[in-house]
């Protein structure tokens, strides 16, 4: 199949070789995975310094909501389990199979970790040839690692990149909705930690021509609200955390909490990993397995699953559940430079991409259907439209 290019910049020229920074992250990314199975913290802990806005000299700018300016509404499915997601490895016979599935709504953020996790999982096999199943984010990135290593890949999907999930997820960089903490096990919750750090190191060093950049994060609620697990406990991840008291926002809400953290654009990031997959090797082959035994019949040795919600039939895992979300999109505004999470009736966050302002949305877990609500999309413009009523 031959490779579409990207019109973003590249890294090529930068460093004398083509893809020579790419190989430096992802061989990074590799070793993390290591150094956190030991114990070793230290990746992390670089992070940039990123200053919140002097509000005298930059005032905030609200995205224009109105029914009349909706481009389009979409639905995609999370795939979730209470319990967190699934890395991990076994031996079906002549076949090694490695999982790496049930991400929630943390797919994009967790990617490059989780799929590091993954990739990990393969040691003491001789690089060779290899099967990725799923062609979205968690397979792209857990072929480009194995690409990294030696391996040849075939990822087999169903659907290309415009047609995946993670081409419809946000991209706001935070793992949001992956577990509950009630249900996750001490070794899942290292996994997570582990996953989160490889994961945040690698979209760093990957900058704007990846489409990733940091963002002001607003938080926004009726009350105090206690901080989330991951900023509780992977606090060398997040900048210029705070409280703002009343008077130092905009925001018609009694309470907000500001975080620097990055976004990732799924549109530019996909096409810019999907590229570096196909000009390293690797190719793409359409198929839809029905059944375990398909997926297993393919001529590789080594198969990763990275099927999404795909594998609660594929490997009858009952506790993954679709996570219905449904989003609005808006035409961009490049002078809207930040996001909102909270501060409405419903589960509502503002994400700006360059190429338009996504509103969400909604979490309904067990909720298959494909089709997009009139009254979710009304109660998502109608709480932004409240939300940002007050600019000036």
Known sequence: MPAILDPAPSN???????????RR????????????????SAVGARRRDVHPRPLSRQPFVAPR???????????????????????????????TLIHNYGHGGGGITLAWGSSALAVREARGLPPGRAAVAGGGIM???????????????TIYTRDMLRHTTSNVGGGQWAPTSVFEEDAATPGFLAQFRAAARISHHAYQNLG????????????????PLEAPWYLRELPELFTSVAELPAGSHPFPVPWVRRVVSMIVEPA??????????????????????????????????????????GARALFDDTELEPAKGQLVFLPPDPV?????????????????????????????????????????????????????????
Not at 139 to 153: E, F, I, M, S, Y
Not at 280 to 298: M, P
Not at 349 to 372: K, N, T
Request: include cysteine; aromatic fraction near 10%; hydrophobic fraction near 40%.
């Open 25 to 40: 992250l992802l061989g990074a990314a590799g070793a993390a995975a290591a150094g956190l199975a030991t114990g070793c």
């Open 12 to 22: 090529r020229g930068r460093t004398g070789a083509p893809g020579t920074s790419r």
């Open 268 to 309: 530019i990031f996909l096409r810019r990993v999907r590229d570096d997959f196909l000009r390293a090797g690797g190719r793409f082959e359409i198929r839809d397995f029905a059944s375990r035994d398909e997926l297993l019949a393919v001529t590789e040795p080594v198969i990763f699953n990275c099927t999404g919600l």
């Open 65 to 95: 909501v109105s029914a009349d300016r909706v481009v389009r509404v979409i639905v995609g499915h999370r795939p979730y389990r209470p319990s967190g997601f699934v890395v991990r490895r076994e031996v079906d016979g002549p076949r």
């Open 336 to 392: 809207v430079d930040f996001i909102t999470v909270g501060g409405g009736t419903g589960v509502s966050y503002m994400f700006p991409r360059s190429g338009e302002i996504v509103l969400g949305g909604s979490f309904q877990r067990g909720d298959w259907s494909r089709h997009a609500e009139p009254a979710v999309t009304e109660r998502i413009l109608a709480d932004h439209r409240a939300l940002f009523a007050g600019f000036s």
């Open 139 to 153: 397979g792209l990135t857990t072929a480009r690692l194995l690409q990294d290593a030696g391996w040849q890949v």
């Open 208 to 223: 704007p021509g990846y489409g990733v950049r940091f963002i002001e994060n607003y938080y926004l609620g009726a009350e």
